[in-house]
């Protein structure tokens, strides 16, 4: 069975340093989203991808976050210069057609740890 | 701002029983909804959803209720096992043409089935 498959698994960074968090949507999927869990916190939107730019992003996604699909499988989360808050499981989710009926398939995250 | 909400943050359930988790939202303009069940350190899986014409969807063992005037829906997981051990998330979004729509999550409810 097609899944979203993300990479790394956990990545550990510096205040202030540049990640990039990587995930594959299903093949034939075309909306592509990324959210975010803080621990012990509620799953919540970052922002939502369609045609090769962003349909709606959240008051999380300032300046120091983008979004890319750089060629037809990769869509890539990255954020410019982390901050400690930024710690948090990050997941990629992705949809097949338009309509609301369709569901949404979540990667298994990236856990990012801020130092 | 919890547009949706559990107020459970857990339930322990005997095998073999009901399982009822409860999920309550204040937008009106939500006329989609959804269950994910989660794994530590997995993504979201997707359960089932129902459509706000509907009052009732049954997919195996779960079942969703909707109430719209009460703005209150839940799933029923009948018998529960022990593998339907997972955090459970409400999840609610608004049907559009333009196929962007963002989940809204609850906060999630712990469900423990006791053998």
């Known amino acids: 069975e097609p899944e979203v498959t993300q990479t790394p698994s956990h990545q550990v960074t510096q205040m202030g340093q540049e990640v990039i968090l990587r995930c594959v949507p299903i093949s034939n999927h075309l909306y592509f989203y990324w959210y975010r869990q803080i621990l012990g916190q509620k799953v919540e939107f970052l922002v939502s991808?369609?045609?090769?730019?962003?349909?709606?992003k959240s008051e999380i996604f300032d300046d120091q976050f983008s979004v890319e699909r750089p060629d037809g499988s990769n869509f890539t989360l990255k954020i410019r210069s982390t901050k400690l808050e930024d710690s948090a499981m990050y997941f990629c989710?992705?949809?097949?057609?338009?309509?609301?009926?369709?569901?949404?398939?979540f990667g298994p995250g990236t856990r990012l740890t801020v130092l | 701002d919890q547009q949706v909400k559990q107020n459970s943050p857990s339930l322990s359930v005997q095998e073999g029983r009901i399982s009822i988790l409860n999920c309550d939202y204040t937008n009106s303009m939500f006329d989609y909804f959804l269950w994910y069940k989660k794994y530590p350190a997995e993504g979201p899986t997707f359960l089932i959803s129902i459509s706000s014409i509907k009052d009732k969807n049954e997919d195996g063992r779960f079942t969703v209720f909707l109430n719209k005037s009460a703005k209150h829906l839940s799933l029923h997981i009948v018998p529960s096992q022990p593998g339907d051990s997972a955090v459970y998330f409400c999840?609610?979004?608004?049907?559009?043409?333009?196929?962007?729509?963002?989940?809204?999550f609850g906060t999630g409810t712990r469900l423990t089935i006791i053998p």
């Open positions: 989710a992705s949809k097949t057609r338009t309509g609301g009926t369709d569901t949404q398939y």
């Open positions: 999840a609610a979004t608004f049907i559009s043409n333009f196929g962007n729509e963002k989940l809204t």
């Open positions: 991808f369609y045609n090769n730019e962003i349909s709606e």
